[in-house]
């Protein structure tokens, strides 16, 4: 029952919480001195050319019925036509979406498997020499910028010594579309050679996408055992004589785990803006290069189709966080 509450209690704010993101991302897009009609109708147009795109597209328009009609547009299921695909943004978006969806996910799940254990090992073994190369590692999963570990990455394992692809979702013909996941149709299509050709194209941008992911889970797992360790209670569990196995795995671990889940939910943020650089670099067809391209041609309904995708699933993955706290601390719900 306390999850259909919550849950509830979000979605009352999922609306004007979208709306308020369209409206700000809108106003930002537009106040940019960039003019997409000039670019539309080419170099060689004239003045009335232009004037004659603006008033087309209703860039003549004041700035707030524009806003309007967007939204008027947006309820009707209308995100608008692409300037420069001239397809509708929707259709774009639906297309590309699986591509980003499939490097997000597997970037988050191997920034969780893998930085969790990690964290909460560095505390146990507080100023060892593991916690002393955990550390070096996560400063540098946050202080590297992404696109130079991806271009380093490709120069490394692609070009110099050949073990992976340089660019794309996989090599050949893909597998039948049922998800648009590749990894997942291969699986369900049975076939080896697309699964393995789909996980070697997926190995480094997943790997650059995921380090500084893993390196924030890293630091926030082990801040979160080491605080666990200096309270009261387990201070109290290890007199009383308690195994320090049970006391981890039953007591710190849950009590731990609470930053880090906050956290998980922060970082799919990051990682859906982290995969418009990523996607480029790596010319993976996802909405992440989608959104750069429109974004360097002021192609502003391609923009703004992005801006609401991330926006939802920013929202999405916070839920699923809170719903997460409650399993873990059921006093969450409290009050």
Do not use: C
Request: aromatic residues 10%.
């Amino acid at each position: 029952m306390r999850f259909l509450v919550l849950t509830a209690k979000r979605f009352v704010w999922f609306v004007p919480t979208v709306g308020g993101l369209i409206a700000i991302v809108f106003v930002v897009s537009h106040v940019i001195p960039a003019d997409p009609a000039a670019l539309i109708a080419g170099a060689t147009a004239t003045e009335a050319h232009k004037a004659a795109v603006r008033a087309q597209y209703g860039f003549d328009k004041p700035l707030v019925v524009q806003l309007g009609n967007y939204y008027l547009n947006l309820v009707q299921g209308d995100l608008g036509k692409s300037l420069f695909t001239t397809r509708p943004v929707a259709e774009d978006l639906f297309a590309r979406l699986p591509a980003t969806i499939e490097l997000t996910f597997v970037a988050m799940l191997v920034a969780v498997v893998v930085g969790t254990p990690l964290g909460v090992l560095a505390a146990l073994r507080r100023n060892s020499a593991f916690d002393h190369v955990v550390r070096l590692v996560t400063v540098s999963g946050l202080a590297i910028a992404s696109f130079w570990l991806g271009l380093m990455l490709q120069w490394l394992f692609a070009m110099k010594l050949g073990w992976t692809p340089l660019r794309g979702r996989i090599e050949g013909f893909p597998p039948p579309g049922i998800t648009g996941l590749l990894t997942v149709d291969a699986l369900l299509g049975g076939d080896v050679d697309a699964l393995a050709s789909a996980l070697w194209h997926l190995a480094l941008p997943t790997l650059t996408l995921a380090f500084p992911a893993l390196a924030t889970v890293v630091r926030f797992t082990r801040a979160g055992v080491l605080e666990t360790i200096q309270s009261a209670a387990v201070q109290y569990q290890r007199s009383m004589g308690i195994p320090w196995t049970v006391i981890v795995w039953k007591y710190i671990l849950r009590g731990a785990l609470t930053s880090t889940v906050t956290q998980i939910g922060l970082l799919f943020g990051l990682l859906l803006g982290g995969a418009i650089v990523i996607e480029t670099v790596f010319d993976w067809p996802g909405i992440g290069s989608y959104a750069f391209n429109a974004i360097l041609q002021s192609d502003y309904n391609a923009v703004m189709g992005f801006t609401l995708y991330a926006g939802v699933m920013f929202i999405l993955a916070n839920l699923a966080v809170d719903l997460a706290h409650v399993l873990i601390d059921p006093r969450e719900t409290r009050g």
